[in-house]
Nanobody, 124 residues
Framework: QVQLVESGGGSVQAGGSLKLSCTAS????????MGWFRQAPGKQREGVAY???????TYEDSVKGQFTISRDNAKNTLALQMNDLKPEDTAMYYC??????????????????WGQGTQVTVSS
């Protein structure tokens, strides 16, 4: 199993940038597919970005060109660079890991390991 811890959240003005980090502990990190999810109050948790074991990436349409997901397998870390932030990006952001790497990358049910979340608040 792996344990995941997110960091890097905070409050930022619209148009600003944040970089979220996720540190994984445990064995076999490089074999996991990783994702960033977010959940705003009263809304469903949604997939934001995904990266597989070969560093191939997938993004939710609304953040394409705005967010960049990356991983450093040597350091057991995952990152989400978020640029040009908008108020609608406000949410709790979660790092998640999947061993199955299913085609439905943005389905939270396919991820067995989750971090505690880090809050991102974007003000106008």
């Amino acid at each position: 199993q792996v344990q995941l811890v997110e960091s890097g959240g905070g409050s930022v003005q619209a148009g600003g940038s944040l970089k979220l980090s996720c540190t994984a502990s445990g064995y076999g990190y490089s074999r996991y597919c990783m994702g960033w999810f977010r959940q705003a109050p009263g809304k469903q948790r949604e997939g934001v970005a995904y990266i597989d074991a070969w560093s191939r990436t997938t993004y939710e349409d609304s953040v394409k060109g705005q967010f960049t997901i990356s991983r450093d397998n040597a350091k057991n870390t995952l990152a989400l660079q978020m640029n040009d932030l908008k108020p609608e990006d406000t949410a709790m952001y979660y790092c998640a890991a999947s061993r199955t790497c299913a085609s439905r990358w943005n389905d939270a049910r396919g991820f067995g390991y989750w971090g505690q979340g880090t809050q991102v608040t974007v003000s106008s």
